[in-house]
């Protein structure tokens, strides 16, 4: 489900003040480079004495790609809207709310 919101809250933060979830998204982070699926390299270097929380964020990383790799091979064009980077900004953005689905059996999950 967050990679519908992740590709959605990417198209609409593309539209900036001609979307008209505009001012819902002002209340996004402007800023989350410190989440750790967007660490480089040297920052993953620096937690090399936390072998639980590295296999947790290369795991999460692992997902991400698999997921972004499954929408790119359904999509042809996928990778050339929205790169990897983005998705996985857009996948935190989405994580970020919590979501009532209304399914088509009524109940709210």
Do not use: H, W
Not at 29 to 51: A, C, H, R
Not at 66 to 82: G, R, W
């Amino acid at each position: 489900m967050n990679s519908f919101y992740a590709v959605f809250f990417i198209e609409q933060l593309r539209l900036k003040e001609k979307s008209k979830y505009y001012e819902y998204l002002l209340s996004f982070p402007l800023n989350i480079t410190n989440y750790p699926e967007l660490f480089s390299d040297e920052e993953m270097n620096m937690l090399q004495g936390s072998v639980d929380l590295l296999i947790a964020i290369k795991k999460r990383k692992n997902d991400n790609k698999l997921e972004y790799d499954a929408l790119c091979q359904s999509e042809s064009s996928f990778s050339s809207l929205i790169s990897f980077r983005e998705y996985q900004e857009g996948k935190i953005l989405a994580s970020l709310r919590a979501y009532d689905i209304v399914f088509t059996d009524g109940l709210t999950r």
